[in-house]
Nanobody
């Protein structure tokens, strides 16, 4: 059974940093696109950052220059280093693993971890 488990969320002051981790199990995720999304109540879930199997990275404009996504294929993990945090970064952050092969999509989500940026 595929499972994604996030950790590292919490309360941080504006300008602070947090590092989110996501541990994947139940499959090899070497060829998956791994990513982070976030959602606030009443709004759609939005992309934060993704990283491909070849380690190409994509970021939302709102986090470019502040957040860094990385992955460790040997450990089946993906990370999100968040620096210079702002109150508007407050959200539940979700880990995602996606792979499309032979017309089949494999799309997995973690349970989410709360990030609150407040003084």
């Amino acid at each position: 059974q595929v499972q994604l488990v996030e950790s590292g969320g919490g309360l941080v002051q504006p300008g602070g940093s947090l590092r989110l981790s996501c541990a994947a199990s139940g499959s090899s995720f070497t060829f998956y696109v791994l990513g982070w999304y976030r959602q606030v109540p009443g709004k759609q879930r939005e992309l934060v950052a993704t990283i491909t199997a070849g380690k190409s990275k994509n970021y939302a404009d709102s986090v470019k220059g502040r957040f860094t996504v990385s992955r460790d294929n040997a450990k089946n993990m993906v990370f999100l280093q968040m620096d210079s945090l702002k109150p508007e970064d407050t959200a539940v952050y979700y880990c995602n693993a996606y792979h499309s092969v032979l017309s089949s999509d494999y799309d997995y989500w973690g349970q989410g971890t709360q990030v609150t940026v407040s003084s």
